[in-house]
């Protein structure tokens, strides 16, 4: 879908629910590189692991889902942020 299809197709309070579930739940090719890292990450560890003893991670092979997965919220934090969005669309 091209920037103007999706423009015209959908509605940016539809939009932001999208961003805020991408944010909790990648997917497409965000996922599948971490699948390939933690695929890596385990042939790492079943061969001996990483120098100073500690077990290599998915992150290690793919620092951007690092990134996502590294941001910990707690369940207040995501609820603030699911009714800030709600407010968003209420206006």
Do not use: C
Request: no cysteine; hydrophobic share 35%.
């Amino acid at each position: 879908m091209t920037v103007r299809q999706l423009e015209t197709q959908i509605e940016n309070s539809e939009l932001m629910e999208w961003m805020a579930f991408f944010g909790l739940e990648p997917w497409g090719s965000v996922r599948d590189d971490y699948r390939a890292g933690l695929i890596a990450a385990t042939l790492v560890n079943v061969n001996g692991g990483k120098k100073g003893g500690k077990a290599a991670e998915a992150g290690d092979f793919f620092p951007l889902y690092s990134r996502h997965s590294n941001r910990r919220q707690s369940n207040q934090q995501q609820m603030n942020i699911f009714k800030r969005i709600s407010e968003f669309q209420n206006g």
